[in-house]
């Protein structure tokens, strides 16, 4: 696919999903010094980054999927909020202090603040989605790529 044609799906994919989005194609760093490109799924968590506080986890629906944004000291980070186990919505263990992680109401399986670390009976850790943002600081999140759970949007 060349490159206007890949841009043009990128804006198609925005603007069916209701999000008019101004800036496709924005990126996330991957602290590697190399960049990742939101793609044509993308949509928007309706939460500028500026307004996203240091150590906060926020539930957010994104294409009809449970995710939590969460901001620690390397950046913001989209994490999915289904438990591993069996796909139950995992909770923060602590409204005010979110960086006690997430803990599964069904079974009772726990995870860090980066959902690392799952506890029995989850059997990975949660699943990290590419963030990325327009140029007015609007998150967006693209549910189709999953990364490295060390990679952050850094603000
Ligand atoms: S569904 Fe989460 S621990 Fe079973």
Same mark, same amino acid.
């Given at each position: 696919m060349d490159e206007e044609r890949r841009r043009f799906c990128q804006y198609a994919g925005l603007v069916i999903l209701g999000t008019a989005l101004p800036s496709c194609g924005s990126s996330a760093s991957t602290g590697d010094g190399g960049q990742l490109a939101c793609g044509p799924v993308s949509a928007s968590a309706?939460?500028?980054?500026?307004?996203i506080p240091l150590n906060s986890a926020m539930a957010v629906t994104i294409n009809a999927e449970p995710i939590f944004i969460c901001r620690d000291s390397k950046g913001v980070y989209a994490l999915?909020?289904?438990?591993?186990?069996?796909?139950t919505n995992v909770n923060l263990k602590s409204a005010q202090d979110p960086t006690q992680g997430f803990m599964c109401p069904l079974h009772f399986a726990t995870y860090d603040f980066?959902?690392?670390?799952?506890? @029995?009976? @989850?059997p990975l850790p949660l699943a990290h989605y590419l963030v990325c943002t327009t140029v007015g600081g609007e998150v967006v999140v693209d549910t189709q790529q999953e990364v490295a759970s060390t990679i952050r949007f850094r603000v």
């Open positions: 309706g939460i500028n980054i500026a307004d999915d909020a289904r438990c591993t186990h069996v796909g980066n959902g690392d670390h799952p506890t @029995a009976p @989850a």
